[in-house]
């Protein structure tokens, strides 16, 4: 089993950042790579963008490229979200979800078998 804790949610005005974190416990070795969905209410859950736990390749939502960055700290156990130039329509829970099969579509829900709790992001207009 991995758990996974999400961090750093809250409310920021347009235009500002927030970093979230998402620290993964138990058989982390297992991990093979990490993504970040979100969930705004009435949606479905949207990928955001997804990092390869060791091989270091990432990907990101059209939705998103140029002002969200996924990072990670194998050493820490911890993937991390940089969020820039927020919008109001990037409001929503952000949830982090580790994946242990190699060869499925990161960009996919289903292909994740571990979720974090998720966090509240608002963005006021």
């Known amino acids: 089993q991995v758990q996974l804790v999400e961090s750093g949610g809250g409310l920021v005005q347009a235009g500002g950042s927030l970093r979230l974190s998402c620290a993964a416990s138990g058989r982390t070795f297992s991990v093979y790579a990490m993504g970040w969905f979100r969930q705004a209410p009435g949606k479905e859950r949207e990928f955001v963008a997804a990092?390869?736990?060791?091989?270091?390749?990432?990907y990101n939502a059209d939705s998103v490229k140029g002002r969200f960055t996924i990072s990670r700290d194998n050493a820490k156990n911890t993937v991390y979200l940089q969020m820039n130039s927020l919008k109001p329509e990037d409001t929503a829970v952000y949830y982090c979800?580790?994946?242990?099969?190699?060869?499925?579509?990161?960009?996919?829900?289903?292909?994740?078998?571990?979720w974090g709790q998720g966090t509240q992001v608002t963005v006021s207009s």
């Open positions: 979800a580790a994946n242990s099969v190699i060869g499925l579509r990161l960009s996919v829900p289903t292909s994740y078998n571990y």
């Open positions: 990092a390869t736990w060791n091989g270091g390749m990432t």
